[in-house]
């Protein structure tokens, strides 16, 4: 990565600074030592200026000359306020627990859940002028977890609301502990701030959090607390491995008080096997979608995936491969992608290629140049060109298709909405490629796109996987990044990408970045404090807390295995298994045939669903008592029926039961003293109880959302 | 035919903007440029009988008012200055051999002006109208001072970026 780019943002920021005439000594002292010290600054700044000096003379002249169209229309429209309906608030993620959670006579698992508004609110002392302004120190030489956090902190009185997730023991106690967070403050502003070397982890997540955190401040919003380890856990399985911890696994994770262990776990993660089968999962929906098609091998690309995320390898290569492949597609798995977007011509192959690895929607640009960004008819079909000569082909005798592609010259033609005919020579981003006798098109296009001119493939790829994490992207929808959607955080992406392309577009190093941020690390439960920030309400995203998600269907189904180990009953390989879980899945998704092949997987907590889950051979065998079943091991094991609930609380939802959830179940249950119940396992009506509470937990809304 | 008081009318109106945004450069204070760029424009009509028709207004124009930045700067204290003489010369003579890039760019503003997002020319507009500050219209608006700077700073990049694709969609016809 170039010293210039970094620069090129300071100076940036220092510009936006002097245009709001708040340009301190130092930092003016700054600017002109950039400015006189390189010209490509002073070009930036005389842009910059000119820019800020042409908006406030047209502005104050009414933009008497030159006046197009679009001058008129910036003075025509009337001055309205804006910002009066941030009133607008809606407590979305907000996970409900406690006791909600025993509506085990008639309760239907739901998403979203049904939250009382407000109802996990934490009261925080807004009288916090604590340090606003200290930019925080960190060690140049640490490679480790350093927390840059020139926030203010967090006030000490904190009222919990009854039954929440914190006020549980363990999971609270430890919490406060277990986060790192070396806090230097520097005696004053003006000195010298050390900044850890680019490109080290300790320096992307500190430029990230320092972005982050200024965000907030200028929002005047304290972000959530830092997330309980039961919280932090479950997030980072289900993000990483795809599924959640296990019982033990949780019990590890609580007793461990070294504070490097969430850096650790996530390095122990990306290691796993199940990082691998979960990002082929994630990524071969995404490729191909998850109905079975004809002409798709599934397991094809799924080996292709596999190999590629074990050996994790650039992710300019893996598309790179995927967009030129060619063959049959049980021999490179690769093809299956563009196979399953031949339907109809080369259309659908362009426009998803575009999206998923250039974040760029380019379908409507088919007909007419896009209304709203730079995109025109022309640059579509110069993308087309690539794919025209790509074909779809059944192999004689088997049930293998071939894609194939013959050269082609390299011009596509197309209708103006007038009906003129034009001409494409193919193309992307402006970079023209002659197709003469080139016998594979795509092949050219594999290369202008991860050739490293076009920052777009790491942009998307950036944007997706912090969505993919943080629970909402930079742009919405994350895969439309024209100039017309401009990002929240501008400087944080550039700077992921710019950091991902220099790493070798190494996948796992960018998914380390993004875990170790302090937001990462937060809470999902948003507070007084941060309540505007809210996304699901159309709002920019500022991260003060970290967005819940549902999980997918995969990750649904995962999870139930790990919480009840239904598979060591009714299937002991891993095939298996995933073909049980397809078995399963497929009663959840629904294709649409379009032309971009869409489809819908209704895990929204449709009644079917609630249905299907409450009472699905799934459920009705983790509920079992046979022998192998998690829930056979509790009736079993040598405890007091308090231990009984708790471990299945603990294999559900990560956590310990509230003392709201225990008192409720203590006065349903004909629990038994403990010197009776550590020699006898459960049976008759107190077993049909544990059952109704380990269903409870199945069921709930926590169950079916990563925190 | 134009008289020359005409002709120089004409001069004089079309060149207002980028001697300003010259000054600008030097002094980056809208108000205190604008006061500088009267006090230039008083030279410069007085000294119309000096100007040469058909040689370039512009050039002569920032002559004038380059010597009206450093009386300005002479009348300031020296420990006000934002930045130092070498500064303010190396900037101007850059501004100068720009000048014609910069105006092609001011041209594109225009077009991406008219693709910002709704709120977010509405939030430009009550910026820069009549001279308001980002302070004030938070004030006015009833947001955070702060969050009002980060979307304008946000929606000045995007313009920068707009402007700059456009350059390079003309450059790669």
């Known amino acids: 990565m170039s010293v210039s780019s970094i620069q090129h943002d300071e100076l940036l920021q220092l510009l936006e600074v002097l245009c709001e005439d708040r340009l301190d000594r130092r930092q003016a002292a700054r600017l002109e030592e950039l400015v006189l010290g390189d010209q490509d600054a002073r070009k930036l700044y005389l842009e910059y200026i000119s820019l800020h000096g042409t908006l406030y003379w047209d502005a104050a002249r009414g933009g008497v000359e030159e006046s197009g169209e679009a001058r008129d229309a910036v003075v025509a429209s009337p001055v309205t306020a804006t910002s009066a309906d941030r009133s607008r608030r809606r407590a979305t993620a907000i996970v409900a627990t406690a006791a909600a959670v025993l509506l085990a006579a008639v309760g239907l698992a739901m998403w979203p859940p049904a939250a009382p508004q407000g109802s996990g609110i934490v009261n925080v002392d807004p009288d916090n002028p604590d340090g606003p302004d200290g930019p925080a120190v960190v060690d140049a030489g640490n490679e480790s977890k350093v927390l840059v956090d020139p926030a203010p902190r967090q006030p000490a009185s904190i009222v919990a609301a009854p039954g929440r997730q914190s006020s549980n023991k363990v999971g609270g106690s430890t919490a406060k502990a277990a986060v790192p967070q070396p806090r230097i403050k520097t005696p004053n502003s003006s000195a010298t701030v050390i900044r850890p070397p680019a490109g080290s982890l300790a320096g992307i997540v500190g430029f990230v959090d320092e972005r982050l955190v200024s965000g907030w401040q200028n929002n005047e919003i304290a972000a959530s607390e830092i997330a309980s380890d039961s919280e932090y856990l479950r997030r980072i399985y289900l993000d990483i491995v795809g599924h959640i911890p296990a019982a033990k696994e949780v019990i590890a994770f609580l007793k461990d008080r070294r504070p490097e262990k969430r850096a650790e776990v996530v390095d122990r993660l990306l290691d796993d096997d199940d990082y691998i089968r979960h990002s082929t999962t994630v990524w071969s929906n995404l490729l191909v979608g998850r109905a079975t098609r004809r002409e798709v091998n599934r397991r094809a690309l799924e080996k292709f995936l596999r190999q590629s995320f074990a050996r994790n390898r650039p992710w300019n290569e893996v598309v790179g491969e995927l967009v030129a492949a060619r063959g049959r597609n049980d021999e490179n798995g690769a093809t299956n992608f563009l196979l399953a977007h031949l339907n109809n011509d080369a259309t659908p192959a362009t426009a998803i290629t575009a999206r998923l690895f250039l974040g760029t929607q380019v379908q409507c640009t088919q007909c007419h140049n896009h209304p709203f960004n730079d995109s025109r008819q022309e640059q579509f079909h110069g993308l087309t060109a690539f794919f025209k000569s790509t074909r779809s082909e059944a192999v004689r005798g088997s049930e293998a298709f071939e894609l194939s592609s013959e050269s082609f010259d390299g011009v596509a033609y197309y209708e103006d909405r007038q009906g003129v005919l034009h001409m494409a020579s193919a193309g992307l981003a402006g970079r023209r490629v002659d197709l003469k006798g080139v016998k594979n098109p795509r092949a050219e296009l594999a290369r202008l796109m991860t050739g490293g001119n076009d920052p777009r493939l790491a942009r998307a790829m950036v944007n997706r996987t912090w969505a993919r994490l943080l629970g909402h992207g930079f742009t919405s929808p994350i895969d439309d990044m024209g100039s017309h959607n401009p990002p929240s955080h501008p400087e944080v992406l550039d700077r992921l990408a710019r950091e991902f392309v220099a790493s070798g577009f190494d996948v796992k190093q960018l998914v380390r970045w993004i875990c170790n941020t302090r937001a990462y690390g937060l809470t999902s439960r948003m507070t007084a404090e941060n309540s505007v920030d809210d996304p699901a309400t159309g709002t920019e995203p500022l991260f003060s807390r970290v967005y819940t998600k549902p999980m997918s269907v995969e990750q649904l189904y995962d999870s139930l295995l790990v919480a009840t180990q239904a598979d060591r009953i009714t299937a002991s390989d891993w095939e298996s298994v995933a073909a049980n879980r397809r078995r399963w899945q497929s009663q959840f998704v629904y294709s649409f045939e379009t032309d971009e092949n869409d489809e819908a997987v209704n895990f929204d907590g449709t009644i079917t669903q609630a249905m299907m889950m409450m009472n699905g051979p799934l459920i009705r065998e983790a509920l079992s008592q046979q022998p192998g079943s998690y829930f056979h091991q509790v009736v079993h094991a040598r405890g007091s029926d308090i231990d009984r609930v708790k471990r299945l609380c603990l294999s559900a939802l990560g956590r310990f039961p509230s003392s709201a959830e225990m008192k409720a179940i203590g006065e349903m249950l004909p629990l038994r003293p403990t010197a009776q119940a550590r020699q006898t396992p459960a049976s008759g009506p107190l077993a049909e109880g544990l059952q109704d509470v380990f269903w409870a937990y199945l069921n709930s809304s926590e169950f079916i959302t990563v925190p | ?173």
């Open chain 2, 1 to 173: 035919m134009a008289t020359p008081r005409e002709e120089f009318i004409k001069l004089f109106t079309r060149y207002q903007r980028r001697v300003f945004l010259f000054i600008l450069s030097q002094v980056p204070n809208p108000v205190d440029a604008e006061e500088i760029h009267q006090e230039a424009n008083v030279i410069i009509w007085r000294k119309f009988d000096r100007f040469e028709l058909g040689t370039n207004f512009l050039a002569w124009s920032c002559q004038i008012a380059n010597y009206e930045v450093l009386k300005y700067r002479e009348r300031q204290r020296r420990d006000r200055h934002r930045f130092s003489d070498e500064f303010v010369r190396q900037v101007a003579s850059d501004a100068i051999e720009q000048a014609d890039e910069l105006e092609q760019r001011r041209q594109h503003l225009a077009v991406c002006l008219s693709k910002l997002r709704d709120d977010d020319l509405e939030l430009i507009q009550q910026r820069y109208a009549s001279g308001e500050s980002g302070k004030s219209v938070a004030e006015l608006i009833g947001r955070p001072i702060n969050s009002v700077y980060q979307s304008l700073s946000r929606i000045r990049r995007t313009l920068l970026e707009c402007i700059n694709r456009q350059i390079r969609a003309q450059a790669t016809p």
